[in-house]
């Protein structure tokens, strides 16, 4: 891997057999812990992790235009005397000097970007490492490589890269210190990093589908087709959910606020509710994935006090109760047309779970408080789910105004209690517990 010297460019082969040696690395950790604790034990794996660090700071000096400096002094030595001091007649603006120079900065970001192999594959092993007290240690000690990896994560742009970067802050959340006057890097630095990615994806004038979302810009450049922003967002609440008890509740409030309009849009899509004129979004890869990570959140706040101004508010309490709804049937669907048909099956049974959990325990609050707010939320659920059952005209007939009153239709399969009827007789665990415990607080 340390084939060059790091002051000295590798060519593309050099690059890509190092690439290759990483992955492989990469492989053996992620065998075993024996395997893992060889290759941290090796002679060598400090030296490898001084290479890997530095590929990876290399990369975002070059995407920040230089704005990480190296704790390597010879490194300002060589800028200074690199450094020239520009003719009075180059600071008068020349058009033709500018676009060119426009070009040239264009043709390295695209250089970047299809050439970032190395360091998607140095910042793999990083991960597979984390769990390694002292590599954790040596990562955590690096302000360099963590002042990197939070830049690396901010680039939308190049999303390959910008997964890994916050994977392995993601991992080594949990080891952070939790006081932020203890060092540069802690959990409030970190928590502010995930937040801006949030933001990003659940701005409120983003009503379009996922795709449309920043973080998706230039696809193209990802070799894994399965790759999207989704994979991104889950990665980045995986981490909160390490940090969120530690997080301010201002904080906390935010958080929570962002990551409802990621549920609902996923729902929505999930469930195949209809936008305006009747068209239904088609559903994003990994939004199972994303869906199980922010719900796993929920399930973590059900008992904090914040949950009940958060997980009690209409809308997001509705798409629960619509998500429980739609996975039953498409259960029902996949059994009849095969189960090939149900794409990421067990991630939605794990939503499920976490929604039947989550509404559970909402709803004894709500009827032990004596309010009314538990049957509302519910028939507006299932008044809503109603719509993504209807065919596509229909759909769009119910967002143009009212002439004929509707049709009487049966009510069974937007019942909300017949889902929960439907999930107790499948015996499921805790799916099973939740939906009856659910069913006798109805019955009350």
């Known amino acids: 891997v340390e084939h060059n010297e790091l002051n ?9 057999v190092q690439s290759l040696c990483l992955d492989l690395l990469v492989t053996l950790c992620g065998t075993t812990r024996t395997t893992r604790m060889a290759i941290v034990n090796a002679e060598q794996c400090d030296r490898l992790l001084s290479v890997a660090s530095e590929n990876i700071c290399s990369l975002a000096r070059k995407l920040k235009g230089e704005s990480i400096v190296s704790d390597d002094p010879t490194d300002t030595e060589d800028n200074e005397q690199e450094e020239e001091v520009p003719c009075p007649e180059a600071t008068e603006s020349d058009p033709d000097k500018e676009s060119a120079a426009e070009e040239k900065k264009s043709s390295a970001e695209n250089e970047v970007v299809t050439n970032c192999s190395l360091e998607v594959s140095a910042l793999s092993l990083l991960i597979e490492l984390v769990p390694a007290k002292s590599c954790r240690k040596m990562f955590l000690d690096n302000s360099v490589l963590l002042q990197a990896c939070s830049l690396l994560a901010g680039q939308s742009q190049f999303l390959e890269i910008q997964y890994v970067s916050v ?15 203890e060092g540069e890097f802690s959990v409030s630095s970190l928590a502010s990093i995930f937040c801006e990615i949030l933001a990003v994806a659940a701005s409120p004038e983003q009503n379009s589908r996922l795709d449309a979302v920043g ?11 399965q790759m999207n922003c989704n994979m991104v967002l889950a990665a980045a609440v995986s981490g909160i959910e390490s940090i969120f008890t530690t997080i301010l509740p201002l904080v906390k409030t935010e958080i929570i606020s962002k990551l409802s309009s990621l549920f609902i849009r996923i729902v929505d899509d999930f469930s195949g509710k209809p936008k305006w004129g009747g ?12 869906a199980c990570s922010i719900s796993s959140l929920f399930v973590l706040i059900i008992g904090s006090e914040i949950s009940s101004d958060s997980i009690q508010e209409p809308e997001l309490f509705s798409a629960m109760v619509r998500l429980i709804m739609a996975v039953r049937d498409v259960e029902a669907k996949s059994e009849v047309q095969g189960a090939s048909e149900f794409k990421d099956k067990e991630l939605w049974y794990a939503v499920q779970t976490h929604c039947l959990l989550c509404v559970s325990s909402v ?31 229909e759909a769009r007939r119910s967002f143009l105004p009212k002439k004929d009153p509707p049709k009487k239709e049966a009510t069974e399969l937007y019942s909300f209690e017949s889902a929960l009827t439907t999930i107790t007789e499948k015996g499921r665990g805790a799916n099973s517990v939740a939906a009856k415990r659910i069913l006798s607080l109805l019955s009350s």
Not at 367 to 391: C, R
Request: no cysteine; aromatic share 6%; glycine share 4%.
């Open 167 to 181: 994977r392995f802050l993601s991992n080594l959340a949990p080891f952070l210190r939790k006081d932020g006057n």
């Open 215 to 225: 973080l998706a810009a230039k696809k193209k450049t990802i070799t894994d087709k």
């Open 279 to 290: 068209r239904r979004a088609k559903l994003e890869e990994n939004s199972a994935f994303l």
């Open 8 to 16: 000295q460019p590798a060519d593309g082969k050099v690059r890509l």
């Open 363 to 393: 709803a004894r609050r709500m009827v032990s408080d004596d309010d009314a707010g538990f049957e509302e939320v519910m028939k507006k659920a299932e008044s809503e789910y109603k719509l993504t059952k209807q065919p596509r005209s």
